[in-house]
């Protein structure tokens, strides 16, 4: 089951907003064959792993191991369980269930019913912390959110506007940590700042620094602020701004605009529920300062990326304040990178 976690991650994030799933068939205590689910829309893991095995004849006598049940729908590929059916092979692992309400335990009463011998349940909390992104959409109707900041030694996290000469962002990180950004917006599928940040930063939210795709870019602009000239209404990525009723931005003809409803407060739930149905299981919020802490006063967030930097400010718009159960740290150059969690979410991070 840790080959197949490993050879799960061969396929994130290609496969997201599926669950990036791996497995192996075994025969005799040797591995015949490997897969994981292939790029959005592709096949999954096990039809992977069962094309993969050179001698056929042999699946009659092994075992397939996969991180999560087996599909019994027919999506946008055919049910893997008619596949390890038609293939003959005896016995199924299993890591943990797949809650889409569309399988959700059917996968493995179709093995069963067949005669198969089933086992559920191996590395599970290694499993459901590799597939966060897709169990928190699936079990919550939400996509799994990580407030991402960095901060000087002395607590700041941007200068205050009105010491700022001209409008580009002010580096606190070094260009590794900068470059692990990049890298989690291409594993993310949506990213989220306020008007403040685009118009003093200049942003583009785009994944220019590492190889993958950029994610959707969510603005929130409640009185339409944001010159239509700014960068983060390029056509590098899609786009969503969220305004306040009456705005209208026909200028901004390819871009999608949604109407705030509710107050301010509300706003990380409507933002949650328009991207679940856009089938996105992951944010990112960068900030600025106000809206990072409108989520986490929400509670609609579900882990934290701080990058420490050593530089100081002196003066400036103050870190937000948070209660969350620190996870782990790790160094990039001389800067450190902490984790954060929810301390109401049980996944391992
Ligand atoms: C599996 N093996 O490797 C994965 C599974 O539209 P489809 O056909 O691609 O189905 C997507 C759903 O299949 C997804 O929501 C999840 O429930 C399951 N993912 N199942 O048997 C896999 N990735
Ligand atoms: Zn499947």
């Given at each position: 089951?840790?080959?197949?976690?490993?050879?799960?991650?061969?396929?994130?994030?290609?496969?997201?907003?599926?669950?990036?799933?791996?497995?192996?068939?075994?025969?005799?205590?040797?591995?015949?064959?490997?897969?994981?689910?292939?790029?959005?829309?592709?096949?999954?893991?096990?039809?992977?792993?069962?094309?993969?095995?050179?001698?056929?004849?042999?699946?009659?006598?092994?075992?397939?191991?996969?991180?999560?049940?087996?599909?019994?729908?027919?999506?946008?590929?055919?049910?893997?369980?008619?596949?390890?059916?038609?293939?003959?092979?005896?016995?199924?692992?299993?890591?943990?269930?797949?809650?889409?309400?569309?399988?959700?335990?059917?996968?493995?009463?179709?093995?069963?019913?067949?005669?198969?011998?089933?086992?559920?349940?191996?590395?599970e909390e290694e499993i459901r912390s590799e597939l966060r992104f897709f169990l928190t959409a699936q079990e919550q109707k939400r996509p799994y959110t990580v407030l991402k900041w960095a901060q000087s030694a002395d607590g700041f996290i941007a200068p205050l506007a009105s010491t700022r000469t001209e409008k580009t962002p002010v580096w606190l990180t070094n260009r590794a940590a900068r470059q692990r950004v990049h890298?989690?917006?291409?594993?993310?599928?949506?990213?989220?700042?306020?008007?403040?940040?685009?118009?003093?930063?200049?942003?583009?939210?785009?994944?220019?620094?590492?190889?993958?795709?950029?994610?959707?870019?969510?603005?929130?602009?409640?009185?339409?602020?944001?010159?239509?000239?700014?960068?983060?209404?390029?056509?590098?990525?899609?786009?969503?701004?969220?305004?306040?009723?009456?705005?209208?931005?026909?200028?901004?003809?390819?871009?999608?605009?949604?109407?705030?409803?509710?107050?301010?407060?509300?706003?990380?739930?409507?933002?949650?529920?328009?991207?679940?149905?856009?089938?996105?299981?992951?944010?990112?919020?960068?900030?600025?300062?106000?809206?990072?802490?409108?989520?986490?006063?929400?509670?609609?967030?579900?882990?934290?990326?701080?990058?420490?930097?050593?530089?100081?400010?002196?003066?400036?718009?103050?870190?937000?304040?948070?209660?969350?159960?620190?996870?782990?740290?790790?160094?990039?150059?001389?800067?450190?990178?902490?984790?954060?969690?929810?301390?109401?979410?049980?996944?391992?991070?």
């Amino acid at each position: 089951m840790k080959r197949c976690i490993q050879l799960g991650r061969m396929g994130f994030p290609a496969a997201s907003p599926n669950p990036a799933v791996g497995c192996i068939i075994e025969c005799d205590g040797q591995v015949i064959g490997e897969g994981y689910t292939q790029a959005f829309g592709g096949p999954h893991a096990e039809v992977m792993a069962l094309s993969s095995v050179k001698n056929q004849d042999v699946l009659s006598k092994a075992t397939i191991y996969v991180s999560l049940e087996p599909c019994s729908h027919y999506g946008k590929t055919p049910p893997c369980v008619n596949r390890i059916l038609e293939s003959g092979i005896p016995r199924v692992v299993v890591g943990i269930l797949d809650p889409n309400p569309q399988v959700a335990g059917q996968g493995i009463h179709r093995l069963l019913e067949a005669g198969r011998q089933v086992h559920v349940g191996v590395l599970e909390e290694e499993i459901r912390s590799e597939l966060r992104f897709f169990l928190t959409a699936q079990e919550q109707k939400r996509p799994y959110t990580v407030l991402k900041w960095a901060q000087s030694a002395d607590g700041f996290i941007a200068p205050l506007a009105s010491t700022r000469t001209e409008k580009t962002p002010v580096w606190l990180t070094n260009r590794a940590a900068r470059q692990r950004v990049h890298q989690y917006r291409t594993e993310i599928q949506s990213i989220l700042i306020g008007w403040k940040t685009a118009e003093e930063d200049q942003a583009q939210l785009t994944a220019r620094d590492w190889a993958g795709p950029s994610p959707r870019r969510i603005l929130i602009d409640p009185q339409g602020k944001t010159s239509p000239h700014s960068p983060i209404f390029d056509q590098s990525a899609p786009t969503t701004l969220f305004v306040n009723q009456g705005m209208t931005y026909a200028a901004l003809a390819p871009i999608e605009v949604e109407q705030i409803r509710g107050s301010v407060n509300e706003l990380p739930k409507q933002v949650a529920g328009y991207l679940h149905r856009k089938q996105c299981n992951s944010l990112l919020v960068e900030g600025g300062a106000f809206t990072l802490s409108t989520y986490l006063h929400s509670g609609q967030w579900d882990e934290i990326r701080l990058f420490r930097s050593p530089v100081e400010l002196g003066d400036g718009v103050a870190a937000p304040q948070f209660k969350a159960d620190f996870i782990r740290q790790e160094a990039i150059g001389n800067n450190q990178l902490e984790f954060y969690k929810n301390t109401q979410n049980s996944f391992l991070i």
